[in-house]
């Protein structure tokens, strides 16, 4: 056997039943799969003149962790610009723009990331408060859940966009005032893209450069794949691109979009494209939409929101989804939603029912997001084998406990109650995978498992949790970032595990991220990240 990596001195721990394995030393062979599991002394025999060996002194080794739900090449290009998310209040946000405003040359376009409408302060979503800051200058600014954003003045008029439009997308819109003229928000992608597609594009050398860096960031982070819920653009030349020059550094499963209109020709093509990719990434599955978010109003909802919004599907006919998914189902294609609203969710999974009752029980759809539930959804998604995809970092960060934020207030007492209803999902039976939504949150794994433990902000973690009764034990966290994403790609067999014929995908850590406290484990050093036998990642101290 030719041995590519053995890792010495480990502590490995298994999420399967979170308990450290007898062996402390492992083997990887030539195809990048765990081939032996020993001690030191057996391990190290093993190793040949080009075995790469790492003495890890006692560190911690789990499975490499994997994003359930992560958007790599357009987070890569929308977190280029001014980071808006830490901006607190408007005047945070007038200063920050009048800082990169006198940075610009003379027309060029500010764009900006991550604005959180909490800072309007219950104030309408739009471009007034910064009028007089983006005077003349063409600035578009997305908002955090990146389904809405701001255009300036000069952006609007630059794209001819003047009044009202109507699009395939139902809840899609160019917000205006009573007159009829655009007050700068425009909602989900069809209307932001009247915007997008006038302003400067970056060269493909630069997308390509900005996604590498993203990828290397990310596997810093003890992450080894992710689930990239898009293939927009040129995602997949560029995924090729890395992946062909030996710079890919995570294992990407990627699910192309399936929007409203889509017909005959168009869902063929996506079955067309499963299994399509290279070494260390392919496309599987299909990304589909059911609504969009709670926070611009554009969320399906069985009842209204505070300000009557939130009422219609993404899809102007969602029987036309159904039978979308229908198509895919029988074709052995899984689907992942975006169903945030309680409407949306019983939908998808109404969906998927009729679906599986035509036959073919192998397939496993997911529903994204879920951030509000009833009680009588709960036990169906394990009921239809529907996985539970979630982003806990959202609760943490864009809601409050006492439920003043802008999420909160649109839904009412009743419904901001069943925030991310991690805890109940798992105890129906449902598997629960975890991620970050990268753009939208930080991608930093032990981020995401200490949210789903604590459910505080992140900024200020002396604030009180936002349910938590629905909080994540640590190994059920751990889980949801290895064996759950794992089972939800349908690779249980080789993924998710420190076993042997597994693949050799592994994060190793300075100490337990079991025994470590929620609070503290962001900060717990990411020692050496290895995907497929190589290291990816590589501690000073290692």
């Known amino acids: 056997m030719r041995t590519r990596l053995v890792l010495l001195s480990a502590r490995l721990l298994d999420p399967g039943t979170g308990a450290f394995l007898p062996e402390t030393a492992l083997a990887v062979s030539e195809d990048g799969r765990i081939a032996a599991l020993g001690d030191d002394r057996e391990m190290r025999a093993l190793a040949g003149p080009a075995t790469t060996v790492a003495d890890l002194g006692g560190a911690v080794v789990t499975p490499g962790l994997v994003d359930g739900h992560v958007h790599p090449v357009s987070g890569a290009e929308l977190t280029h610009g001014l980071d808006l998310s830490y901006c607190a209040d408007l005047d945070d946000v007038r200063g920050a723009l009048a800082r990169e405003v006198r940075t610009l040359e003379r027309g060029a376009w ?45 952006a609007l008029e630059l794209a001819g966009v003047d009044g009202p439009r109507t699009f395939d997308q139902a809840s899609a819109e160019v917000v205006c005032d009573a007159d009829g003229r655009p007050t700068g928000l425009l ?97 599987a599955g299909v990304k589909l939409f059911m609504d969009g978010t709670i926070d611009n109003g554009t969320a399906w909802l069985e009842r209204p929101d505070c300000h009557g919004e939130s009422t219609h599907a993404f ?17 052995g294609v899984p689907t ?60 943490c960060d864009f809601t409050r406990a006492d439920h003043t934020d802008n999420w909160s207030r649109r839904l009412g007492e009743e419904r901001a109650s069943r925030a991310w209803r991690c805890r109940d999902l798992l105890d129906s039976g449902a ?22 433990r604590h ?25 949801g970032l290895t064996t759950a994403p794992a089972y939800a790609a349908g690779e249980e067999h080789e993924a998710g595990r420190i076993a042997l014929g597994h ?36 501690a000073a101290s290692v």
């Open 503 to 538: 693949r050799a995908d592994l994060a190793v850590f300075g100490g337990d991220p079991l025994t470590t406290a929620a609070t503290d484990l962001p900060d717990l050093p990411v020692l050496l990240t290895v995907l497929d036998g190589r290291i990816t990642h590589r």
């Open 455 to 479: 459910r505080r902000p992140s900024r200020d973690l002396g604030q009180a949790p936002h349910g938590p009764e629905q909080a994540l034990t640590p190994l059920e966290a751990l889980r």
């Open 431 to 452: 598997t629960v995978v975890l991620g970050s939504d990268w753009p939208i949150a930080p991608f930093p794994p032990l981020g995401v498992m200490a949210g789903a």
């Open 315 to 331: 899809w102007p006919d969602p029987e036309a989804y159904t039978r979308i998914v229908g198509e895919l189902h029988r074709a």
């Open 187 to 283: 909602q989900e992608d069809a209307a932001c893209e009247l915007v997008e597609r006038v302003a400067p594009k970056p060269t493909r050398e630069e997308s390509r450069e900005r996604l590498a860096a993203a990828l290397r960031s990310m596997a810093a982070t003890g992450l080894t794949g992710g689930h990239a819920m898009d293939a927009n653009g040129d995602s997949l030349a560029l995924y090729g691109e890395l992946d062909a020059a030996g710079e890919l550094p995570l294992r990407l499963r990627v699910a192309p979009w399936c929007q409203p209109g889509t017909d005959a020709d168009g869902v063929r093509e996506l079955i067309g494209r499963q299994g399509t990719g290279g070494a260390l990434w392919r496309v």
């Open 110 to 154: 500010l764009f900006g990331w991550g604005l959180d409408p909490n800072v309007f302060g219950g104030h309408p979503v739009d471009t007034t408060p910064f009028e007089s800051v983006l005077d003349g200058v063409p600035a578009f600014l997305l908002l955090f859940d990146a389904h809405s954003a701001l255009a300036s003045r000069r």
């Open 336 to 395: 992942a939603t975006h169903a945030i609203g309680d409407a949306a969710v019983r939908h998808v999974l109404d969906s998927v029912g009729k679906a599986r009752a035509s036959g073919g029980g192998g397939v496993r759809h997911r529903v994204e997001h879920i951030e509000t539930v009833p009680d009588d959804t709960l036990r169906r998604f394990a009921e239809l084998g529907v996985l539970a995809s979630m982003q806990p970092t959202h609760c």
